[in-house]
């Protein structure tokens, strides 16, 4: 289970992320993320404080995020990060 949650869009788009995101539910992320994105085009910051897992095709996913974003010049974060 996953929770994308906006939290800011100025000046960054920070986006807190809760549970877990794995391959299940990867692409829902991604489609969540660019269409926040599409609407405040800014750096993305991403809280990861809450969140618990991800897999592979996530990180996967952070990269295909961020080479969406450098298409715009701009550029993206994760913060709040828990050990493993």
């Known amino acids: 289970m996953q929770e994308v949650t906006l939290l800011e869009t100025s000046p960054d788009l920070t986006v807190a992320l809760a ?22 085009r800014a ?3 991403f809280d990861c404080e809450k969140l618990s897992f991800i897999d592979s095709t996530t990180l996967g996913t952070f990269v295909k995020i961020l080479n969406h974003v450098r298409t715009d010049g701009h550029g993206l974060r994760l913060v709040k990060l828990q050990p493993g």
Request: aromatic residues 12%; glycine residues 4%; hydrophobic residues 30%.
């Open 19 to 40: 549970g877990e995101i794995d391959s299940k539910n990867a692409e829902e992320f991604y489609n969540t993320v660019i269409s926040a994105y599409e609407r405040e």
């Open 43 to 45: 750096d993305l910051v």
